[in-house]
C-alpha cells in the first residue's frame, strides 16, 4: 500500500513543481505577443478597440459603427446612458418606432424612415426632434434648429442637423458652468487633474522650451477625457503628445509624459490588455517600465518564433513588418505593411529600398532633405506602433522595443548610457513640424523635430543552427532643427537595418590562436637569435643580440598576425557566404576595429622583417675568386739588369669577373612571381570579374549586381579575407608554375648563374654573416676559361659526353653551391688582408697619406684575397682547412647548425641554392606576404582595389630601384669591380 502511494505522490508533486516553474517562466521571461486583428475582419457585432488593437463585443442590442471603431445601437433601439463609459440600448414603442439622431430617444416621424430607423425630411429641411427645453417632440418637425436658451441642443458644425449636448456638459444646458472646466468642447469637473498643465515640449538639443499651441489647446482636454471618461481617442493624443515630447520624464508631473504617468498609474488596479502589464486599459502601449535590466530581459531572453533561411526549401528572408497608424488627434487611420515609403525619409527606387527587409542584408540609406519639402509633405505627424509579423493560420504580432536616444529621465539621456539602464519605449514618428509652432497652429513652426537616424537591429540568438533571433530593437536619434529660412535649410536623415551577434567567442578564439601562436614565435626567434649567435661568432648577450631578437620577432609574430587574420577573414568569407540556415551575421563596423588593428600590426611588423632584410643584403660581404692562370706560351719582354730578355705572361683577363659581377647585379631582384601579372590579375579577378561583390553585407554570392537593385556597403573583414585569399592563391600557382615549368623548361636564372660562374672559372664567396656564408665552387673543369671561341666550345662539348672531371667541389661529385660554416681564424684573416679595401672608403680627411697609391693597395688587396681564398679552397692551408658534409634533416628544418667549426671550416653540401637568400629570389615569402599586407591595408583605408594596386605597384618599382641601386653600389665596394663596368 505504502509503496504504490508514493509514486502518486510524488507525481502529483512533481506536476505541481512543474506548473509553479511554468508559471514563474512566464512571469519572469513573458513574451509579448499579441494577435493581429483588423477593423474589417471584426465583424457586425464587434468593434476595433483601438486601446488594446484588437476586436471586442458590442453590447446587447448594438453593432459596430460605420468606421468598425466603436458600437451604435442596432435599428429600432435607442441608447441609455448607465456609467460615464457605457450605455446599453432600449427597443422604442410601437407607437414611437423611429430613433432620434443622437440615439437616446425615441419618436413619431412626420414623413418615412430610413433604413437605419431615423426620421427623414424633404430635401433642404433640418430635422427637429427636441424643444427649445431638449425635450423630444412626440412628433418629429421639419424646420430650423431653434438655437434659443435653454434649449439643450446646437446647430452642428455642418448645420445640418439638432444635435444633443456633449455628455460632459453637467447641466441640462450647452453651458459648463463657472465652477467646471471646459476644455477642448468639453466640460469637467475641478480637481481631476491640476489645471496649471505645462504646455511647452523640450527640445533638449538646442536647450529651449517652446510654448506649443498644440498642447495648450489639446493637453488638458485630452488628459481630462482620458481620466474621467476614458476616452480611447483622448488617450491616444495624450500618448502622442508624450511621445513628441521624447517620452521624456521630469521632476514635473503637469506635462504631457507626466500626465500620462498618473493615468497609467491609477489604471493599476484594472486589467492589462493582452495581459501585457505594461498596456494598461483604454491607454496606448508606450513603455515597457523602469525595473533594472528589464532591456535586456526584453531583447536577449525570448527569441523569435521564426527561423530565417538563406537558401533551400525553407528559404526564408522575408522581413515582415506591419505598423498601427495613429494621426495626431489620436486616431486610428490604418494597419501599413512597413516597407518602401513609410519609415524611410529619402526619396528612392522602390525595389530598392525593398531590399532593408530582406534578412541578412545591411542596409543603410541616407540622404538632405530641405526643410521647405517637410514642412509641405508632413504637417501633421503620423505616428507608428511596428509590429513584425509572424504569419501561421492565426496571424500573430510581436511588438518591436524601441530605444530613443533623445529621451532624458529627470534631465540625463539615459538611451546613452548602458544597457542596465535603458528605458525601453513603443512609439515613433518621423517628422514633427507641429508641436514647434506657437501662438496659432498656423504659423509657422519655430522648431521642427526631425529623425535623424532610424535604425533596426536584429540579434542573432548564440549558437543557433535553425536562423533564430531575438526581437528587433527600433533605435531612433531625432535631430531638432530651428526654423530660420525654409527656403535654404536642410536636414540630414538615415535609415539602416542591421545584424549583431554576440563575437566574445570569436573573438576569444582569434586571441587564444594569436596567444599559442605568438609563444611558439617566441620561441622560434629564440631559436633564430641563438642560430646568428653561432654565426656571428660572439658569446655575449649584449644590446645587439637583444636588438636582433626583437627584429626576428617581429617578422615570426607579423607571421603570426598574417595567419590568424587571413584565417579569420576566409572563415567569415566562407560560413557566412555558403550558409543555408542563419548562424552566423557578419561583425559590425564598430566590431570590426580590432580585427583591423590586427591587421596594421601585421603590417607594421612585415615591414620591419623586410627592411632588416633589405638591410643585410645591402651590407652583405662577398668576393670573386678567380681560378684562371696566367698562361706561358706568349708574352710581352722585358729587359733585365744582366741583359738578358725574358718573357713575360699575358695577364689574366678582368672582364670574366666583370660580367659575373653583371650577371649577380642582374639577378639582386628576380623574383619566383610575375609582379606586374600578380596585379593585373588580382585586379583583373576583383574589378573584373566581379569577385569584389563577395565582400558585400549581404548573404547572396553571385558575382553581378544590377545596377537597380540595393548595394549595401563592404565588410572590412570579407574585403580582406577576400584580397588576401586571392593575392596569395594568385602567387602560390605562379610559384609553382616558374618552379615546376618555366625554370624547368623555359629558363632559371639562379642555375643559370651557378653554370656562368664555371664556365668564367670563377668562384663566388658570400658572407651572411660574420663566420657563415654560402660558396659558389665555379672553378672550370677545363683548367681555363680565357679562350677563343673554338676551343670553349670544344671545352663544352667535351664536358657534354663527359669527357671531362664534373664540376662540383670534391671529385666525382655535381654540387657546386655549399654553405660555410668558418672558423674565427679563417674569418680574422680576411678581415686583415681586406683592411686596404675598407680603408679606401673611408673619408680622405682619415686616410694615412703616407700609405701611397691607394689603388696599387688595393689592387694588391685584391690579388692576395685571391690567392689566399684561392689557397683555402685547394687545402693548402692547413691551419685552415675544412671539411665537406651534409646537413641534418633537423639542421635545414630549424636554420641552426649543431657543430661549431673550432679547428676546421664545415662546408654544408646544399643543393637547393640557399645563396638566394641574399637575393629577392630566395625571400619570396616575405615580399609576397608584405605585397598582401600593403595591398590590403591601403585598400582598406581607401575602399578602392584599383588605387591600392597602384600604390602597390609603385611601392614595388621603388623599393627595387631602392634594392638594385644600393646593392650594386656594396657589390662594387666589396669586390673591388668598378661600379662603372655594373651595367
Known amino acids: ?277 505594461y498596456w494598461r486599459v483604454n491607454l496606448p502601449w508606450l513603455y515597457y517600465g523602469d525595473e533594472p535590466g528589464l532591456a535586456s530581459r526584453v531583447l536577449q531572453t525570448n527569441p523569435v518564433p521564426i527561423g530565417f533561411s538563406f537558401r533551400g526549401q525553407n528559404k526564408n528572408t522575408a522581413i515582415n513588418l506591419v505598423a498601427a497608424v495613429y494621426n495626431i488627434r489620436g486616431e486610428f487611420v490604418r494597419w501599413e505593411n512597413i516597407g518602401p515609403g513609410n519609415l524611410q525619409l529619402c526619396p528612392d527606387m522602390a525595389t530598392r529600398q525593398a531590399a532593408a ?27 507608428y506602433d511596428v509590429f513584425m509579423d509572424l504569419g501561421g493560420e492565426n ?72 536562423g533564430q533571433v531575438y526581437p528587433p530593437l527600433i533605435t531612433v536619434t531625432y535631430r531638432d532643427v530651428p526654423v530660420t529660412d525654409i527656403n535654404t535649410q536642410t536636414v540630414t536623415t538615415s535609415f539602416s537595418v542591421e545584424y549583431e551577434m554576440d563575437q566574445n567567442e570569436s573573438n576569444l578564439k582569434m586571441n587564444t590562436a594569436l596567444g599559442v601562436l605568438g609563444g611558439v614565435a617566441v620561441l622560434y626567434s629564440l631559436l633564430k637569435t641563438v642560430s646568428w649567435k653561432r654565426r656571428v661568432a660572439t658569446l655575449l648577450i649584449d644590446a645587439e643580440t637583444i636588438f636582433k631578437f626583437l627584429l626576428f620577432y617581429a617578422g615570426d609574430l607579423a607571421n603570426v598576425f598574417f595567419a590568424v587574420t587571413v584565417g579569420t577573414g576566409l572563415y567569415w568569407l566562407i560560413f557566412y557566404k555558403a550558409q543555408q540556415f542563419v548562424s552566423v551575421v557578419l561583425p559590425l563596423p564598430a566590431q570590426e576595429e580590432q580585427f583591423v588593428t590586427y591587421i596594421g600590426c601585421a603590417f607594421a611588423l612585415k615591414a620591419i622583417q623586410f627592411l632588416h632584410k633589405l638591410a643585410s643584403q645591402l651590407s652583405v660581404d662577398m668576393f670573386f675568386i678567380d681560378w684562371e692562370r696566367p698562361r706561358n706560351k706568349t708574352g710581352t719582354r722585358s729587359q733585365h739588369a744582366a741583359g738578358e730578355i725574358k718573357r713575360e705572361p699575358n695577364p689574366v683577363s678582368i672582364w670574366r669577373t666583370y660580367f659575373v659581377a653583371n650577371e649577380w647585379n642582374e639577378i639582386q631582384t628576380i623574383r619566383k612571381i610575375s609582379p606586374t601579372f ?6 583583373f579577378f576583383l574589378e573584373v570579374l566581379g569577385f569584389s561583390n563577395l565582400a558585400l553585407r549581404d548573404p547572396w554570392s553571385s558575382l553581378e549586381r544590377p545596377p537597380q537593385t540595393y548595394t549595401p556597403s563592404h565588410s572590412l573583414i570579407l574585403r580582406y579575407g577576400l584580397a588576401s585569399t586571392l593575392w596569395l592563391c594568385i602567387g602560390l600557382l605562379q610559384v609553382i608554375f616558374f618552379s615546376v615549368f618555366y625554370e624547368c623548361f623555359v629558363e632559371d636564372k639562379i642555375k643559370q648563374f651557378v653554370d656562368l660562374c664555371s664556365i668564367s672559372n670563377i668562384s663566388v ?98 690579388n ?106 656594396n657589390l662594387a665596394n666589396k669586390t673591388l669591380v668598378d661600379e662603372r663596368f655594373l651595367i
Not at 507641429?434 to 497652429?441: C, D, N, P, Q, Y
Not at 600578380?678 to 585586379?683: G, K
Open 678 to 683: 600578380q596585379i593585373m590579375a588580382v585586379l
Open 1 to 277: 500500500m505504502a509503496t504504490g502511494t508514493l509514486p502518486s505522490v510524488l507525481s502529483v508533486l512533481a506536476a505541481l513543481f512543474l506548473l509553479i516553474y511554468r508559471n514563474n517562466f512566464n512571469v519572469n521571461c513573458q513574451q509579448f505577443i499579441i494577435p493581429f486583428d483588423d477593423p474589417k475582419s471584426c465583424g457586425t457585432d464587434n468593434f476595433f478597440d483601438i486601446s488594446s488593437l484588437s476586436c471586442a463585443s458590442c453590447g446587447s442590442n448594438q453593432r459596430s459603427s460605420s468606421t468598425g471603431l466603436s458600437c451604435v445601437c442596432k435599428t429600432g433601439y435607442f441608447a441609455l446612458i448607465a456609467e460615464k463609459t457605457s450605455f446599453f440600448c432600449q427597443k422604442c414603442p410601437a407607437d414611437k418606432p423611429a430613433v432620434t439622431k443622437d440615439g437616446f430617444g425615441c419618436i413619431r416621424c412626420p414623413g418615412s424612415l430610413s433604413d437605419e430607423g431615423f426620421c427623414t425630411c424633404p430635401k433642404g429641411s433640418i430635422l427637429v426632434e427636441r424643444d427649445l427645453n431638449g425635450n423630444i417632440f412626440e412628433e418629429a418637425k421639419c424646420e430650423t434648429c431653434n438655437g434659443n436658451k435653454p434649449a439643450s441642443t446646437v446647430p452642428n458644425s455642418d448645420g445640418d442637423r439638432c444635435e444633443r449636448c456633449h455628455a460632459s456638459f453637467l447641466n441640462t444646458s450647452c453651458t459648463c458652468g463657472s465652477s467646471n472646466i471646459q476644455a477642448g468642447g468639453l466640460c469637467f469637473p475641478p480637481g481631476i487633474l491640476p489645471t496649471n498643465v505645462n504646455p511647452s515640449v523640450n527640445f533638449a538639443q538646442l536647450k529651449i522650451n517652446v510654448h506649443s499651441a498644440w498642447f495648450v489647446k489639446n493637453l488638458y482636454s485630452s488628459a481630462a477625457a482620458c481620466l474621467v471618461y476614458s476616452n480611447t481617442t483622448a488617450c491616444q493624443a495624450l500618448g502622442n503628445m508624450c511621445v513628441l515630447n521624447m517620452h521624456s520624464f521630469s521632476g514635473v508631473s503637469t506635462d504631457a509624459c507626466g500626465l500620462f504617468n498618473t493615468i497609467f498609474r491609477s489604471r493599476a488596479a484594472l486589467s492589462s490588455t493582452h495581459d501585457i502589464s
Open 357 to 383: 527587409f530582406s534578412f541578412g542584408t545591411s542596409y543603410h540609406e541616407s540622404c538632405t532633405i530641405s526643410v521647405k519639402e517637410l514642412l509641405t509633405d508632413h504637417p501633421e505627424p503620423l505616428l
Open 395 to 466: 496571424k500573430k504580432l510581436l511588438p518591436l522595443p524601441t530605444l530613443v536616444n533623445n529621451q532624458q529621465y529627470n534631465g540625463r539621456f539615459i538611451n546613452q548610457e548602458s544597457m542596465k539602464n535603458w528605458y525601453l519605449s513603443r512609439r515613433v514618428f518621423l517628422v514633427d513640424t507641429l508641436s514647434g509652432r506657437e501662438k496659432i497652429l498656423s504659423s509657422n513652426p519655430k522648431v521642427i523635430r526631425v529623425v535623424r537616424s532610424l535604425k533596426i537591429k536584429f540579434q542573432l540568438v548564440p549558437r543557433t543552427q535553425e
Open 765 to 862: 664567396l658570400i658572407f651572411s654573416h660574420r663566420c657563415f656564408g654560402y660558396y659558389i665552387h665555379g672553378r672550370s673543369v677545363h683548367g681555363h676559361a680565357d679562350t677563343n671561341m673554338e676551343e670553349m666550345n670544344n671545352n663544352l662539348k667535351r664536358e657534354g659526353e663527359s669527357l671531362c672531371g664534373q664540376r662540383g667541389l670534391l671529385p666525382n661529385t655535381d654540387i657546386q653551391t655549399f654553405q660555410i660554416a668558418l672558423t674565427h681564424r679563417f674569418r680574422s684573416q680576411y678581415d686583415r688582408i681586406r683592411e686596404p679595401l675598407n680603408r679606401r672608403n673611408r673619408p680622405t680627411r682619415l686616410m694615412d697619406t703616407a700609405t701611397g697609391n691607394q689603388f696599387e693597395q688595393s689592387t694588391r688587396a685584391y
Open 864 to 969: 692576395t684575397m685571391n690567392h689566399f681564398l684561392g689557397c683555402v679552397i685547394d687545402h693548402a692551408q692547413p691551419d685552415m682547412d675544412y671539411i665537406v658534409r651534409d646537413k641534418l634533416m633537423l639542421e635545414r628544418i630549424i636554420g641552426m647548425e649543431f657543430l661549431e667549426p673550432n679547428d676546421k671550416s664545415i662546408f654544408y653540401n646544399d643543393e637547393a641554392h640557399s645563396f638566394s637568400s641574399m637575393l629577392y629570389y630566395g625571400n619570396e615569402a616575405t615580399l609576397l606576404i608584405f605585397d598582401t599586407l600593403f595591398f590590403c591595408v591601403v585598400d582598406l583605408g581607401s575602399q578602392s582595389f584599383v588605387l591600392a594596386a597602384v600604390l602597390t605597384y609603385l611601392q614595388q618599382m621603388i623599393f627595387r630601384l631602392i634594392r638594385n641601386a644600393l646593392g650594386r653600389r
